[in-house]
């Protein structure tokens, strides 16, 4: 588990060094760092974990739709960073989409729905599907806060289902 997480670690660092301005004309300044506090819904998972910390990644990538902007996020929602059991590492595309509508306002309002995967690890080990649902407010150019719902199918006997609070930052 400690691996796993230095990994993860090492590999945001090194994307931190290789980004350029723009990288196939996505711009690679988007990067999003996010920290923040989750309440699992599900009892099993309370249980076990109690209240969560919550730390996550960014990345920017080519959106799928017109409007707004995409990410890729890696995410590690724990009860402590020993790597004892209680964690649930999501990974999601992200489509975030504006819904102000003044496209030139410094602080949006938006909404953000994510789908993808999610390694629980809480009474054992097994990858889910995951889904996101968003709500974020632009606080500055830079800073951020997001509030949104987690929801996963059974991964070894608990789900990842949580809500979670967070205060980010964009480089």
Not at 30 to 53: C, D, F, Q, W
Not at 61 to 82: H, I, N, P, Q
């Amino acid at each position: 588990m400690k691996r796993t997480l230095v990994l993860l670690a090492t590999a945001a660092m090194a994307s931190l060094s290789l980004a350029q301005p723009t990288v196939g004309g996505i711009d690679a300044t988007g990067l999003r760092l996010r920290l923040g506090a989750v309440y699992p819904l599900e009892g099993a998972t309370r249980k076990i974990t109690g209240n969560m910390l919550a730390i996550g990644l960014d990345f920017p990538v080519r959106s799928l739709a017109k409007t707004g902007e995409a990410y890729l996020s890696a995410d590690w929602y724990g009860k402590s960073g020993s790597g004892a059991k209680g964690n649930i590492f999501p990974v999601l595309y992200n489509q975030r989409i504006n819904v102000d509508k003044d496209p030139e306002a410094t602080q949006r309002t938006y909404i953000m729905v994510g789908a993808g995967i999610a390694h629980i690890d809480v009474k054992k080990a097994k990858t889910a599907y995951a889904m996101r649902f968003a709500l974020g407010k632009e606080l500055s150019d830079t800073v951020f806060a997001e509030g949104g719902l987690l929801w996963t199918t059974d991964g070894g006997g608990v789900k990842g289902n949580a809500f979670g609070f967070f205060l980010g930052y964009r480089f």
